[in-house]
């Protein structure tokens, strides 16, 4: 059984970094393409990020390219992302998922693309 477990996460203010932390068990994490999803308030599940899964391939939402940073470390099973110039518009639950794919696919961005999440964590940016 594939578990997904994030850390991270809290109040910040508008401006400042958060990096969030999503550690994977019960399964071989490099075998896994990792993503970010974001859910603010009254809104719908949303694409952040994805990475590939040698790290070297990475997409990310126009709303936080150049902001927002998604890496993996293989070796400690764990997948980061890291949240730059944070804004209010940011804030929101922030959920790791995981497909065991060997590459990227054409729907990254979609949610059913991913079978394995984490609980979620939420990340509230003041203004």
């Known amino acids: 059984q594939v578990h997904l477990v994030q850390s991270g996460g809290g109040l910040v203010q508008a401006g400042d970094s958060l990096t969030l932390s999503c550690l994977v068990s019960?399964?071989?994490?490099?075998?896994?393409?990792m993503a970010w999803f974001r859910q603010g308030p009254g809104k719908e599940r949303e694409f952040v990020a994805t990475i590939s899964r040698d790290g070297v391939s990475t997409h990310y939402a126009g709303s936080v390219r150049g902001r927002f940073n998604i890496s993996r470390d293989n070796a400690k099973n764990t997948a980061y992302l890291q949240l730059n110039t944070l804004n209010p518009e940011d804030s929101g639950v922030y959920y790791c998922?995981?497909?065991?794919?060997?590459?990227?696919?054409?729907?990254?961005?979609?949610?059913?693309?991913?079978?394995?999440w984490g609980q979620g964590t939420q990340v509230t940016v003041s203004s």
């Open positions: 019960g399964g071989v994490f490099s075998s896994y393409v």
């Open positions: 998922a995981g497909n065991m794919v060997p590459f990227i696919s054409k729907y990254f961005s979609q949610a059913t693309n991913y079978p394995y």
